[in-house]
C-alpha cells in the first residue's frame, strides 16, 4: 500500500517536472538525451528512497542538477554533445524569427546565466531558492538572470551585436545601451 | 525595466520522449525488496534441482536393483568383517574357495623319478 502510494506521489511529480527538467538539462549544458538519461536516473534514485523528502520537488531539482553536473564531465559526452543541435522548444506556428533567434540566443548564454533564467522562469523559483541551489547569493543569482534575459531581449528586438560576458558576482544589472534612435 | 519573462512563459520547452516514463516507472520492479529479488530466482531453481535429483535418482534405484546391490550392501552394513572377505572373493586369484587343484584329481604320478619295479615278495 505504501509502496503505491510513494509510486503514485513520483509519477505526480514526474508529471509535473519532467519537461522543466528537460529543459533544465538543457541548460546546464546537456543534450536533449543525455537530459532524458540525467531525468531517468534522478527518477529511480528516488526510487531506491523509501522516505518521502519534505519539499519533493526542490529535492527533485537537486538530484537532477547533482546528476546532470556528474554526467557532464565525461569528454567523450561533451564531444557527442556538440554535434547535437536540436531545440529546447516545442516548434510553434505562431513564431517570429525575432523569437527563434532570442530562443537560440538563450542557448548560446553561459551556462550560469541560461542555469538561473531556466529556474526563475519555467521553474518559478524565487531568487532565494535559486541562490540556496546554486550555492550563491539571491543577488548574484538576481545579476545573472538580468543580465541574461537583457541579452534575450536585445535578440527578440532584432539587435544582434552584443557579445558573451561571463555577470560577475558581485555585478546585479549592467544595463545595455539602448539602441541608438534616429535624431 | 521591462524584461520580456512573459513572452518567454509562452515558449514550451521539449517534451521528453513518449517511452521515458515507461522506462522509469517499470524500472521500479528492479527496486523490489532483496528477498523478493532473490525468491524470484531461487524458487524455479530450487524446483529444478529437486526435479533433476528425482530423475537421477529413479535411474540408479533400477539400476542398482538390476545388478542385484542391495543384499551384498546390506550385508557389509551390517558384518564389517565380512567386507574383507567380499573384497577377496571379488578378487579371483586371491579367492581359495575358487581355486580347483586340478593336478590332485589325476590319477597319475607327475613325477619323473622312476619308482623301482617290484617283483613278488619274498616269502
Known amino acids: 500500500m505504501d509502496g503505491d502510494e510513494q509510486v503514485d506521489w513520483r509519477e505526480q511529480l514526474y508529471d509535473a517536472k519532467a519537461v522543466e527538467l528537460i529543459l533544465y538539462g538543457r541548460a546546464l549544458g546537456l543534450s536533449h538525451v543525455e537530459a532524458e538519461d540525467v531525468l531517468q536516473e534522478t527518477f529511480l534514485a528516488l526510487m531506491q528512497n523509501p522516505q518521502i523528502p519534505a519539499n519533493a520537488e526542490h529535492y527533485c531539482v537537486r538530484s537532477f542538477r547533482n546528476c546532470a553536473l556528474n554526467h557532464r564531465r565525461s569528454l567523450w559526452r561533451r564531444l557527442a554533445r556538440e554535434l547535437e543541435s536540436q531545440r529546447w522548444f516545442e516548434k510553434s506556428s505562431s513564431e517570429s524569427p525575432a523569437e527563434r533567434a532570442a530562443m537560440r540566443r538563450l542557448t548560446e548564454l553561459p551556462v550560469e546565466q541560461r542555469e538561473v533564467i531556466v529556474l526563475k522562469i519555467w521553474h518559478r523559483y524565487t531568487f532565494e531558492e535559486i541562490g540556496a541551489l546554486m550555492e550563491t547569493s539571491p543577488n548574484t543569482a538576481a545579476g545573472r538572470y538580468r543580465y541574461g534575459l537583457q541579452k534575450i531581449k536585445l535578440r527578440l528586438e532584432g539587435v544582434v551585436y552584443e557579445r558573451d560576458e561571463p555577470a560577475g558576482d558581485t555585478i546585479a544589472f549592467v544595463a545595455a545601451a539602448p539602441p541608438l534612435s534616429g535624431t | ?123
Request: aromatic letters at 8%; hydrophobic letters at 40%.
Open chain 2, 1 to 123: 525595466m521591462n524584461l520580456p519573462e512573459t513572452q518567454l512563459r509562452l515558449w514550451r520547452p521539449r517534451r521528453p520522449s513518449a517511452g521515458l516514463k515507461q522506462r522509469i516507472f517499470i524500472a521500479r520492479v528492479a527496486s523490489l525488496p532483496q528477498i523478493a529479488r532473490v525468491l524470484g530466482w531461487l524458487t524455479p531453481a530450487t524446483a529444478c534441482v529437486l526435479l533433476a535429483f528425482l530423475v537421477l535418482n529413479s535411474e540408479n534405484t533400477a539400476s542398482i536393483s538390476a545388478s542385484r546391490q542391495e543384499p551384498i550392501l546390506a550385508t557389509i552394513m551390517s558384518n564389517q568383517s565380512y567386507a574383507a572377505y567380499l573384497a577377496n572373493h571379488r578378487m579371483g586369484q586371491n579367492d581359495l574357495s575358487a581355486v580347483t587343484f586340478d593336478w590332485t584329481n589325476r590319477s597319475g604320478s607327475t613325477s619323473n623319478v622312476g619308482f623301482p619295479r617290484f617283483g613278488k615278495p619274498l616269502n
